[in-house]
């Protein structure tokens, strides 16, 4: 008998287990929620207005109608950023020619990342600026959207490596501004679940049958 | 008679190193070469560690760099062409433009807070993977090189 309660439990946990991986095809949305009347408001990306590698304003209108993959790096990074450039080409090499997904990458150190290092920077890697957008603007600016838009911590820290500490995360935004996943842009593995999920979230968007 | 002798000897010389390549080695040598073999092996297990700790976020698993932003190692023209240099690269980083296989890189290479036999064992796992064949870098070499490195 004690036998096989502990056989439901141990199924109970491996259904709990399972629940992050949901069998449904939608990804989760991540953040606070608000429930008003009928209504649940979800947390979404603030305004927000950068400047990209050409000089060119950048705002949540940019990304309309599309989903994009965002992180905060620095150029002179010399810890976990070039790894994760390296994984964001990645999702830049999947979706090259899909219109519906762009990448926004956020310097933390905007005194040294200025437009011209980050074209410089942006060349170097080969990419198309309408695809891949380098941003700066007032540190603190992009520290306060990191920290509560994106839910990213960055900060300077005299004491780490290149004088900033920061997360190696990789955000999957919709196109309602939710974040809908969060990924160690550091781990092969982790990016290879934000590729996929990408997919997944853009097939919400196709017309139902 | 003294020029005498130095002929000798060079012709002596000559012989051995010519005859290097002969299976018929003195058992000193034999010693040596394996004792070396040995070491090279274990600076290739050592130096793989330090190298992902240190090395790989830039340089990648594979030694091939990133785009234009970190040069490749493997394959690489200016490691390959200068060990003492590279071991002061390791040691104090790099900050000017240096070009790799003909490629111009700039980007900042920070220096390693590591001790010279690990850089030894590093350089000798980045100069003998991925198709460099550099041989053992002996942390005795390392030592004079790091010594003589030019003050950034």
Redesign the interface.
């Given at each position: 008998m004690i036998r096989s309660e502990y056989l439901v439990f141990a199924i109970l946990i491996t259904l709990i287990g399972c629940t992050s991986t949901p069998s449904s095809d939608k990804l989760p949305i991540y953040g606070n929620k608000i429930f008003e009347e009928n209504d649940t408001i979800y947390h979404t990306v603030e305004d927000f207005k950068l400047v990209d590698q050409d000089s060119s304003w950048v705002t949540n209108s940019t990304f309309e109608d599309q989903v994009y993959v965002s992180d905060f790096f620095f150029t002179s990074c010399p810890t976990i950023c070039p790894k994760m450039k390296q994984q964001m080409l990645r999702v830049y090499e999947k979706f090259e020619n899909n219109d519906q997904v762009a990448i926004l990458s956020h310097t933390i150190d905007p005194k040294h990342d200025t437009v011209a290092v980050l074209k410089d920077f942006a060349n170097k890697l080969s990419i198309k600026s309408n695809k891949w957008k380098f941003v700066t603007g007032d540190q603190d600016y992009i520290y306060d959207l990191g920290e509560k838009s994106y839910m990213v911590m960055a900060d300077e820290d005299p004491n780490a490596a290149g004088g900033f500490i920061h997360s190696g995360a990789f955000l999957l935004v919709d196109k309602e501004r939710r974040i809908r996943g969060v990924y160690d842009g550091t781990i092969d593995e982790q990016v290879d679940i934000l590729l996929n999920d990408i997919e997944k979230l853009l097939r919400e968007y196709e017309p139902t049958n | 008679m003294n020029q005498l002798t130095k002929a000798i000897s060079f012709l002596l010389v000559l012989l051995m190193i010519s005859c290097g390549g002969n299976t018929e080695n003195t058992q000193e040598e034999n010693t040596i070469s394996s004792r070396d073999e040995i070491r090279l092996k274990q600076y290739m297990v050592q130096g793989a560690k330090i190298y992902s700790t240190y090395c790989a976020?830039?340089h990648?698993d594979d030694g091939k760099g990133?785009?234009?932003?970190?040069p490749p190692l493997a394959g690489s023209d200016y490691l390959m062409e200068d060990f003492a240099r590279a071991a002061c690269i390791i040691k104090n980083g790099q900050a000017k433009e240096i070009v790799v296989n003909g490629v111009a890189y700039s980007?900042?290479?920070?220096g390693n807070p590591i001790t010279n036999l690990e850089v030894a064992e590093v350089l000798t796992y980045v100069t003998n993977s991925w198709g460099n064949e550099g041989g053992l870098m002996g942390v005795k070499d390392i030592d004079k090189w790091i010594d003589a490195c030019e003050e950034e």
């Open positions: - | 976020n830039c990648q990133l785009a234009a932003l970190y980007q900042l290479m920070p």
